[in-house]
């Protein structure tokens, strides 16, 4: 079945730092891609995503690319700020008309000032 | 526009109660989903619904049920509630169009059964 495999967190970063969480997937066909933020005692929200290989999500300073070849969809921000401090979830939807959400295991980045 | 909605926020349950998570959304949306959420575990799908008056069961539905008599309301119900379902409960819903894959997600419900 389907499966997504995020990095073993947590990552704790200074402010303006270089943020990357891995994420791999296995699936059949072509599946679409998501990361998903969970920000302290709220609900997920959509972060970005990609319904296609070499697609690029971006939002709010992070891209995240569609990488068939290997498999991952890694996310990327050039420059954290402490407002970015949340749970990061990988997610993929299978190509079927009722697939529904995969999601990993999550991974809590805290930025200190 | 009020997105998802739930209630209760927080709940505590004695070993073989019961109890009735309420789940509405105002966005027209046919699916739902209820997810548990468990420490380093991720998200696990329990129940799902594609429309009124149709509902399927996710990956760990064992102890839970649901309803859908409206295409705005999704209720969970526990029966015998044991301590294995604390956990934090999410309610979440997309649309029909092939292309919105977005789920919109509650704010959650912390349920501790002691």
């Known amino acids: 079945g389907d499966s997504v495999t995020q990095m073993e967190g947590p990552v704790t970063l200074s402010e303006e730092a270089f943020l990357t969480i891995n994420c791999t997937y296995t699936?059949?066909?072509?599946?679409?891609l998501f990361w998903y933020v969970q920000y302290p005692g709220e609900g997920l929200q959509l972060l970005l995503k990609a319904t296609k290989a070499d697609d690029k999500g971006s939002n709010k300073g992070f891209e995240a690319t569609y990488r068939k070849e290997t498999t991952s969809f890694h996310l990327e921000k050039g420059s954290v700020q402490v407002s970015d401090s949340a749970v990061y979830f990988c997610?993929?939807?299978?190509?079927?008309?009722?697939?529904?959400?995969?999601f990993g295991k999550g991974i809590t980045l805290s930025v200190r000032p | 526009n009020a997105g998802v909605t739930q209630t209760p926020k927080f709940r505590i349950l004695k070993i073989g109660q019961s109890m009735t998570l309420q789940c509405t959304q105002d966005m027209n949306h046919n699916y739902m989903y209820w997810y548990r959420q468990d420490p380093g575990m991720g998200l696990k799908l329990i129940y799902y619904?594609?429309?009124?008056?149709?509902?399927d069961k996710g990956e760990v539905p064992n102890g839970y049920n649901v309803s859908r008599s409206t295409t705005e309301d999704f209720p969970l119900r526990l029966e015998l509630a044991a301590p294995s379902q604390t956990s934090v409960y999410f309610c979440?819903?997309?649309?029909?169009?092939?292309?919105?894959?977005?789920?919109?997600f509650g704010p959650g419900t912390r349920l501790t059964v002691t």
């Open positions: 699936a059949t066909g072509y599946p679409s």
């Open positions: 979440a819903s997309s649309g029909i169009r092939a292309l919105d894959y977005e789920q919109y």
């Open positions: 619904s594609v429309g009124a008056g149709i509902t």
């Open positions: 997610a993929l939807r299978g190509a079927g008309a009722n697939s529904k959400l995969t």
